[in-house]
Structures are given as C-alpha cells and as structure tokens.
C-alpha cells in the first residue's frame, strides 16, 4: 500500500513537501508520480519519475518551477516539494505507483492541501 502525508493549511507563496510510503512492495520496480483532485473534482497529473534512477522526470505546466518530485529508494519513499503555492493548489493529493514490468498498480488515500489567500 502506499500512505501519502504532508497536506495541511499553509498561506500563499508558503511550501509543504508531501510524503509517500510504500509498504509491501519495493518502490524500485515502479515509476511514481503525484496527483491531485480539485474541490471541483477535477483530476491533475502533477509530477512523474518514469525510472527507478529518479533520472527522468515530467512536469504539468501548472507546477513546473514549484514543485518537485523526488523519491528515496532506501526509505521505500516518494516526495513531492510544493513551494510558492496559490489558492488554485487547494486539492486532495494522492501519490500514485505504477509497476515498470508487471504488477499491481497503487495509490495513496490522499491528503488534503488547503493555501489561504
């Protein structure tokens, strides 16, 4: 499973860096990403790590330059840093891993991130 954490109430411009923990699976087998969920309920591809290197990384245009994706082999961990938030950057945020051959695809339950204006 993966249990992601990090979200809270934090103001504009402030930074919270989010947590992943896989337990039960190695996260060097999978490439890893975040998400998120708007309160209008729309679904956002944020960030991704396509290689268990950590080499490869893809950006949505809304994050790029804010956020950064990293991932801690040793600690079975994905992190993702969100610096300069905004008010749009309110959602539900879930880590996401995908298996690189065969495998179970998994999520976190999400948490929730609220920047007050």
């Known amino acids: 499973q993966l249990v992601d954490s990090g979200g809270g109430l934090v103001q504009f411009g402030g930074s919270l860096r989010l947590s992943c923990v896989a337990s039960?699976?190695?996260?060097?087998?999978?490439?890893v990403a975040w998400f998120r969920r708007s309160p209008k309920n729309e679904r956002e591809g944020l960030a991704c790590?396509?290689?268990?290197?950590?080499?490869?990384?893809v950006y949505a245009d809304s994050v790029k330059g804010r956020f950064t994706i990293s991932r801690d082999n040793a600690r079975n961990t994905v992190y993702l840093q969100m610096n300069s938030l905004k008010p749009e950057d309110t959602a539900v945020y879930y880590c996401?891993?995908?298996?690189?051959?065969?495998?179970?695809?998994?999520w976190g339950k999400g948490t929730l991130v609220t920047v007050s204006s």
């Open positions: 039960g699976f190695t996260l060097d087998d999978y490439a």
């Open positions: 790590l396509s290689d268990s290197d950590g080499n490869i990384s």
């Open positions: 996401n891993a995908d298996p690189l051959s065969r495998g179970t695809n998994y």
